[in-house]
C-alpha cells in the first residue's frame, strides 16, 4: 500500500483487513455453532423462484435448490463441473486480475481476458509517444513481443470457515472494541494460512455483516505480460457519454498471458522471468461463436467488489442527502480541469488517461445511483421494512432498541460527514496535496527526539522513492486549477467550526477576499511556484539534508498538514465511533431479520465482498419506460451511426470503417442479422469487482465479458431492481473479430477453443 493511499485510509478512518474473493467448504464443526449461524449456511443453499435474477452466489454452498433454478434457466453443466475442491472445474478458469478486476483462462497456455479498462493502466505504463499502444492498440505476433507489466493475478485455492474461532474471540464484546479486536483476530488468521515462500495469501472476509468469517486463501502470480489490446477509441468507444448506458457498443477487453517459473510455480515479485513459460492451466474457457437469442441462458463467474443490499433506511438518506452529491460535485471539478488539459495536448491525454478513467466512471454511477434510489423510493421500502422488524423487537432485549440507538449515532455524525466527503474526494483530490499529505510520516520522524540517522534515511528514502513515481502522473496546470477549487468549495461548503484554524484568515490576508475566485487561483500559483516538490533542485537539497521546518514551511506540505491535521484529530475519531457503532448495529440487525422471518432469510445471499460469486439469468432485451424498447444486442450497424470523425468519445480507426462498411466479418457474422453483433445485455446481478468478468453459456463456453450495468439500474448496490436490471456485455464475437480482423492477432485465435 502506497503511504498516499494509506493516509487517506488513515484520514477517513478506514483503515481495515481486505475482504477478498472466496469459495466455501463447511467443516463438520459448524454443526456446533448457534443455532442463528446455521441459518446463515442454510440460507445461502436456498432461493425461491420469486427472487428472479437477483443474487451473487457463493460457488461452494449452490444448494440444489438454487442449482435447479439454474438448470430450469438452461444450465447444462453438473455442480461438480461448476465447483469442485479436489478436481479442476469451471471456478479455476476465474482469476483476481490486477486488485480490483475479474480475469479468465481461455487457452491451455495461460492467456487472460479481461476489459480494456482494467488493462488500461499497463497498457498506458507501456505505451510512449513512439509505441503509443493505447492510442493505436497492439497484438504481439508471438510470445517474444509480449510486454511485461507489473499487474499481478491470483487463482483460489480453498475456503475455509473460520466462524467458530472468531466468534469465540469476540465474545461479547462490541463498538470500538470488538472492531479492534476483530481485525486482530483477522490479521493472526490470515498471518497463520499465509505462506509467502509460496506466493500464498489468506485473506478472511466478514459476510452478512459479520455473522459469518470465511478464509480464502489464494496464490499469486506475478509475471503478468500484454499480449493485446484495441485502440481506445475502440476500447473506450462511446467514452463518458455512453458510460453506464445501453445501447452500447464498446469494445472492453484486453488480453493478457500469465507466465511461471519452468516447474509451474509462480516466480516471486522483483524476481527474474527470464526462462519463464506460459501457465498451464487447470481449466480454461472454450470460446463460443454461437448466435445468441433472446432468452438464452447467462452466468457471469467473478469477483463483485461490493454491495450493501441490508443497508438500514438512515444509511439510504447520508447517501442520497450527503454523500453522493459531494462526492459528484467534487469528481466534477477535478475532471473539468483535467480534461481542458488532456485536449490540448496528446502526451497529457496519455499521462492523465487512467486516473480520469477511473474518476469519471464512479462520478456518473453515483450520479445515477441517487436518482434511482430517490425515483424508487427505496428510502421509503427500508422505512416499512424496519417499522416491521420494531413491532416483532417490541420485548426481546437483544433487538427492541436497536433503531432508537442507530438513529442517535447518525445524528451525532451527520454534521461531520460533509467534511469527511471533502477530504477524501476534494483535499486529497489534488496528486500534490494528497503527496504532500503522505509526508506528515516523515515529519513525525524528523521531529521526533533520538531518533536514529539511520531512520531517518530510511524515512527520506521512502519519500524520495514516492515523490518519483507521483512526478511521473503529476500535470501542474490541472492539479493547480484542482487545488484552487476545491480549497474555495470546501470554504463554501464545510461549517466553517471545522475549518483549520486560522487557515482561511492567513489566505486573506496574504491573497485577498474569500468570495473572490481570483484569491485562490493566486493561492494555488503561489503554492505550486514554492513547493521543493515539483522542484528538483530545492527537493534533492532537501533529500541531501533533511530538515523538519523546511518541510513544514513547505507551502504545499504545510496546506496538506493544516487539513490533514484538523480532521484526524477532531472528526477522525468521531468517525470511527460512528462507523463501528453502525456495523455492530447492521450486525444485529441482520441477526434479527434471519431469527423473525425464517422464510425470508431462506431468500437471502450475502452482500458482495469482492470473494468468488456466480450469478445467472438470461440474455433479455427491456423497455426502460413508455414506448422505449431496448433490443438485447447492438451491432455494427450501430456502431456506424454513433461514429463521428475526430471525436474524441465516437472517433474509430480508418481500417474499422472500411472493414465494416465491406462486412467483412467472416466467420465472426451473426448468421441472423446478417451484422457483427458488439455487445449483449443479461439480467445478471453484478457490481464493482466484476469488470472482466466471463459471461457462460448453458455449456461453460464464453460468450461475452462483462463490463457495465445500466443506467436505470444503478441504485444495484444498495437494492437490486428485478426488472430493469441488465449487465452491458461486449460479445465475444466482436472481441475475436477485434483481434483477428482489425488486430492481425491471428495467432492469437488459433491459441484459442472456437466452439461452433
Known amino acids: 500500500m502506497s503511504s498516499i493511499l494509506a493516509l487517506k485510509l488513515l484520514v477517513l478512518g478506514e483503515i481495515q483487513f481486505f475482504d477478498s474473493p472466496f469459495c466455501v467448504r463447511l467443516p463438520p464443526k459448524i454443526a456446533s455453532m448457534k443455532k442463528f449461524l446455521l441459518t446463515i449456511v442454510l440460507f445461502v443453499s436456498l432461493v425461491f423462484k420469486s427472487m428472479a435474477d437477483e443474487g451473487m452466489w457463493l460457488p461452494l454452498l449452490l444448494g440444489q435448490q438454487v442449482y435447479d433454478n439454474m438448470k430450469k434457466k438452461g ?4 455442480k461438480d463441473q461448476l465447483y469442485n475442491i479436489n478436481k479442476p472445474s469451471l471456478k479455476d478458469a476465474i482469476i483476481i486480475f490486477g486488485g480490483g478486476c475479474t480475469g479468465e483462462i481461455v487457452s491451455s497456455q495461460g492467456l487472460i481476458f479481461t476489459n480494456h479498462h482494467c488493462g488500461y493502466d499497463a497498457i498506458a505504463s507501456a505505451s510512449t509517444m513512439d509505441h503509443n499502444y493505447l492510442q493505436n492498440g497492439f497484438y504481439a505476433k508471438n510470445k517474444g513481443e509480449e510486454i511485461p507489466s507489473t499487474l499481478s493475478v491470483q487463482f483460489l485455492l480453498r475456503i475455509d470457515d473460520v466462524t467458530k474461532e472468531v466468534m469465540d474471540s469476540l465474545g461479547t464484546l462490541s463498538g470500538t472494541e470488538r472492531v479492534q479486536k476483530q481485525a486482530a483476530v483477522l490479521a493472526a488468521i490470515n498471518k497463520r494460512m499465509s505462506d509467502e515462500s509460496k506466493n500464498i495469501e489468506t485473506r478472511v472476509s466478514a459476510l452478512f455483516k459479520g455473522n459469518q468469517f470465511l478464509a480464502f486463501v489464494y496464490q499469486r502470480y506475478y509475471d503478468v505480460r500484454l499480449v493485446g489490446t484495441p485502440p481506445e477509441s475502440v476500447g473506450k468507444f462511446g467514452g463518458d457519454t455512453d458510460n453506464w448506458e445501453w445501447p452500447r457498443h464498446t469494445g472492453d477487453f484486453s488480453i ?30 472454450p470460446v463460443s461463436l454461437r448466435p445468441l437469442k433472446d432468452g438464452d441462458f447467462s452466468m457471469i463467474w467473478g469477483y463483485p467488489g461490493g454491495t450493501n443490499r441490508y443497508e438500514s433506511s438512515y444509511g439510504i438518506r447520508l447517501s442520497v442527502d450527503i454523500n453522493n452529491p459531494t462526492l459528484v460535485k467534487l469528481r466534477d471539478a477535478r475532471l473539468k480541469y483535467m480534461f481542458e488539459e488532456m485536449k490540448k495536448d496528446p502526451a497529457t491525454k496519455l499521462q492523465l488517461a487512467s486516473s480520469f478513467a477511473g474518476i469519471a466512471n464512479y462520478w456518473k454511477f453515483f450520479d445515477g445511483e441517487t436518482k434511482q434510489l430517490i425515483k424508487y423510493d427505496v428510502y ?56 504532500a499529505g503522505s509526508l506528515i510520516s516523515l515529519e513525525a520522524t524528523l521531529v521526533k527526539a533520538g531518533v536514529s540517522q539511520a531512520d531517518i534515511k530510511k524515512a527520506v528514502s521512502a519519500a524520495d522513492r514516492q515523490r518519483k513515481a507521483f512526478m511521473e502522473d503529476e500535470n501542474i496546470a490541472s492539479d493547480r486549477n484542482i487545488v484552487a477549487a ?77 487539513f490533514v491535521k484538523n480532521y484526524t484529530s477532531k472528526y477522525g ?95 465472426y457474422m451473426d448468421p441472423t442479422r446478417k451484422e457483427l453483433v458488439i455487445g449483449f445485455i ?56 477485434c483481434i483477428d480482423k482489425l488486430g492481425g492477432g491471428t495467432n492469437i485465435i488459433k491459441e484459442l477453443k472456437l466452439v461452433k
Open 75 to 78: 444450465l447444462i453443466l453438473t
Open 256 to 285: 493478457f498471458r500469465v507466465y511461471t517459473k519452468p516447474d509451474g510455480s509462480p516466480a516471486k515479485r522483483g524476481e527474474a522471468t527470464d526462462g519463464n513459460i506460459p501457465l498451464k492451466p487447470k481449466w480454461f474457457l
Open 380 to 435: 421509503g421500502q427500508k422505512k416499512a421494512a424496519e417499522a416491521k422488524f420494531n413491532a416483532w423487537a417490541k420485548g426481546k432485549p437483544e433487538y427492541e432498541n436497536i433503531f432508537t440507538e442507530w438513529g442517535k449515532a447518525y445524528a451525532a455524525w451527520l454534521p461531520y460527514a460533509k467534511h469527511r466527503m471533502y477530504m477524501n474526494e476534494g483535499i486529497n483530490g489534488s496528486p500534490l496535496i494528497g503527496f
Open 486 to 562: 476545491v480549497t474555495r468549495m470546501y470554504y463554501d461548503d464545510v461549517v466553517k467550526e471545522q475549518h483549520p484554524v486560522g487557515f482561511y484568515a492567513t489566505l486573506k490576508n496574504q491573497f485577498g477576499a474569500l468570495d473572490d475566485d481570483a484569491t485562490y487561483k493566486k493561492y494555488a500559483e503561489h503554492v505550486f511556484g514554492k513547493t521543493m516538490i515539483l522542484d528538483d533542485a530545492k527537493w534533492n537539497a532537501f533529500v541531501a539534508n533533511p530538515d523538519a521546518v523546511q518541510l513544514q514551511d513547505d507551502p504545499a506540505f504545510a496546506h496538506a498538514s493544516a
Open 573 to 667: 475519531p468521531m468517525f470511527q465511533q460512528f462507523n463501528a457503532k453502525n456495523g455492530e448495529f447492521g450486525r444485529l440487525y441482520l441477526k434479527g431479520i434471519m431469527a423473525m422471518d425464517p422464510v425470508k432469510a431462506k431468500m437471502m445471499y450475502p452482500d458482495a465482498t469482492f470473494t468468488m460469486r456466480v450469478s445467472y439469468g438470461n440474455v433479455k432485451s427491456y423497455q426502460p419506460r413508455d414506448a422505449v424498447f431496448y433490443d438485447y444486442v447492438t451491432t455494427s450497424r450501430g456502431l456506424l451511426e454513433k461514429y463521428k470523425a475526430g471525436d474524441y468519445e465516437f472517433d474509430l480507426p480508418a481500417n474499422q470503417i472500411e472493414l465494416l462498411k465491406k462486412k467483412d466479418f467472416g466467420q
Open 682 to 737: 443479461t439480467t445478471n446481478d453484478i457490481t464493482g469487482g466484476n469488470s472482466g468478468s466471463p459471461v457462460i453459456n448453458n455449456r461453460g463456453e464464453l460468450i461475452g465479458l462483462a463490463f457495465d450495468g445500466n443506467y436505470e439500474a444503478l441504485s444495484h448496490k444498495l437494492a437490486f431492481d428485478k426488472d430493469l436490471n441488465r449487465t452491458i456485455c461486449v460479445d465475444i464475437r466482436y472481441v475475436l473479430w
